[in-house]
DNA sequence: GTCCACATGTAACTGGTTACATGATTGG
DNA sequence: CCAATCATGTAACCAGTTACATGTGGAC
C-alpha cells in the first residue's frame, strides 16, 4: 500500500491535478516510485472519498475539466503514521538476472544484444540523474529537506552505477567465456555460441 | 511473465516436486526471483496443461502424495525463445526511499530505526552471499555455465553492497541533519561519503 | 467544422499476497 | 490415537497493466 502515500507525499510538495501528478511521476517521483495516470486517478478518487484530500474549490466537476487536489490533515496524519511504521524489505524481482541463469541452462543466445541496450539505458538514466543532481543541489546552502530529497537522488545515482559496472562487466564475460579463465593464452572463439545442456547440477542450494 | 521461466529453469537444472521448488525459491532462486508455494503450484498446473512440463510418472496423483516434474521439450524451446527475446527494464519501486522522501515533508520519526534494521538485513544478506561464493564458485574450475551462475551472485553481491553503503550514509546524514553542511574541515567521522549541497523546491518536476 | 492535444476516467485482465483447507506420514 | 510435519492445493483479494472511452478547448 505505497501508491496513496507516493500520492500524500506529491501533493504535499505541491497541489496538483491528476494529470500534473501523472508528470511527475514520470519525472522526480518516478525515480523511486512509477505510476500511470489510470492508477492515479484511481487512488485519487479513493483518498478523497476517505478523506485525506481535497478538490480544490474553484472548477467545474466533469470530464475534461481539470480537478486540482490538496491534502487534508488526516492525510497528513496518515502518511506521517505511515512513514514511521517499520516496513520488510521486499525481496528482489529482476528479470534480467533471471534470464541470464536461464541462459546458463538453454544457451545465451540473444541475451548479448539485450545487455548492452540495457547497459545504455542505464548509462542514459544515470546522466539524467547527474544533470539533476547538478542543476538541483549545488554545494552550499542545504536544508534538512534539501540533505533528505538529495540522499534519495543518490540512491538512483548509485544504483544507476551499478547497473552500468555490473552489465559492462558481464559483457566482458560474455567476450570470454569460452576461454579457460585462469590459463594465459585462451583462444576467442566466433563469439559466443550456444551452451547447451545442463552444466554441473544445481545440487548445493 | 517471468514466473513460468523462473521455474521451468529451476526444472532444467533439476527436475523437483512442489515443495522442492518452494525451497529452492527461498534458496538460490529467489535471490533474483522470489515466489511463494501457493504461486508455485498455480504455476505448475498452466504449465503441465500447456505441455511445457510432465509429472514423473511413478506415484500417485493425490493431496499429500509427493509429486515431481521434468521439462519437456516444448518447455525447453519455450524458454530459450523468452530467455532470447528482447525485454524492457522495470523502473524501481523502492519504499524506503518513498519513505524518505515522505520524511522530508512530514518528519523523521520512526525512520532511523528502521534504516538501522535494514542495514542490519542487508549486511546479513551480503556475508550470506559471500559465503555462498567462496564455497560454489572457488577461483580455478570454471565452465561457462558456473561463469553465468557467478555473474547473476555477482549482482546480488554488488546490490547488497550498494544498500549496506546507502543505508550507512543515509544514518550518517540523519545523525549530522541539523548542522550546517559544507563547514570546510568537517569531522569526516563515521560517514564514509562526502556531504553535498543545497537545492530548492520541487516545483521544477 | 475538423483535428489534435489536454484531461479525466472505466473495464478487463494478470501476477502476487494472504488466509485457509485437506490429506499423508511419522514419532511419541 | 494424537500432534507435528510434509505436501498439495483453493479462494479471495489487491496492486499494477493494458486497452479503451469520453469530454474540452484551441489551431487551422
Redesign the interface.
Known amino acids: 500500500m505505497?501508491l496513496p502515500?507516493?500520492i500524500?507525499?506529491a501533493l504535499?510538495?505541491?497541489p496538483s491535478s491528476g494529470l500534473e501528478l501523472t508528470?511527475?511521476f514520470d519525472?522526480?517521483?518516478?525515480?523511486?516510485?512509477?505510476a500511470t495516470h489510470q492508477q492515479i486517478y484511481r487512488e485519487l478518487g479513493r483518498l478523497e472519498s476517505e478523506g485525506y484530500i481535497r478538490a480544490l474549490p474553484s472548477e467545474q466537476p466533469a470530464r475534461g475539466q481539470k480537478k486540482s487536489y490538496e491534502v487534508l490533515p488526516a492525510g497528513?496524519d496518515e502518511?506521517?503514521r505511515?512513514?514511521?511504521?517499520?516496513?520488510e524489505?521486499?525481496?528482489?524481482?529482476?528479470?534480467?538476472?533471471?534470464?541470464?541463469?536461464?541462459?546458463?541452462?538453454?544457451?545465451?543466445?540473444?541475451?548479448e544484444?539485450?545487455l548492452r541496450?540495457?547497459l545504455d539505458?542505464?548509462q542514459r538514466q544515470l546522466s539524467e540523474y547527474e544533470e539533476i543532481?547538478k542543476?538541483?543541489?549545488?554545494?552550499?546552502?542545504?536544508?534538512?529537506?534539501?540533505?533528505?530529497?538529495?540522499?534519495?537522488l543518490?540512491?538512483?545515482i548509485?544504483?544507476e552505477t551499478?547497473w552500468t559496472?555490473?552489465l559492462s562487466?558481464?559483457l566482458y564475460?560474455f567476450e570470454h567465456?569460452?576461454e579457460?579463465?585462469?590459463a594465459p593464452g585462451a583462444v576467442p572463439g566466433a563469439g559466443p555460441e550456444d551452451?547447451p545442456g545442463?552444466?554441473?547440477?544445481?545440487?548445493?542450494?
Open positions: 505505497s502515500h507516493a500524500l507525499t504535499l510538495e505541491k508528470r511527475r519525472r522526480s517521483i518516478g525515480y523511486f516510485w512509477s497528513r502518511l506521517a505511515w512513514t514511521s511504521v517499520s516496513q524489505p521486499k525481496p528482489l524481482r529482476d528479470v534480467m538476472l533471471l534470464r541470464l541463469r536461464a541462459s546458463a541452462v538453454v544457451g545465451t543466445a540473444g541475451i544484444t539485450d541496450r540495457h539505458l542505464h543532481q542543476r538541483d543541489f549545488p554545494p552550499g546552502k542545504d536544508t534538512p529537506q534539501d540533505r533528505l530529497r538529495h540522499l534519495v543518490r540512491a538512483g548509485d544504483l551499478f559496472q555490473w562487466h558481464a564475460e567465456l569460452d579457460q579463465p585462469p551452451v545442463a552444466g554441473p547440477e544445481d545440487v548445493r542450494e
